[in-house]
C-alpha cells in the first residue's frame, strides 16, 4: 500500500474511534 492510502485509513480510522465512542458516551448519559 502506498503511503498516502495508510494516512487515510489511519485518519477514517481514527475518526470512526472517536465518533463509536462518542456514541456510547450519549448513550450511556441518556440512559
Keep these: 500500500m502506498s503511503k498516502a492510502t495508510k494516512i ?3 485518519t477514517i480510522g481514527v475518526s ?3 465518533s ?3 456514541i456510547i458516551n450519549l448513550v ?3 440512559a
Excluded: K, Q
Design 8 to 10: 487515510v485509513l489511519g
Design 20 to 22: 463509536v465512542g462518542i
Design 16 to 18: 470512526a474511534l472517536l
Design 28 to 30: 450511556l448519559f441518556s
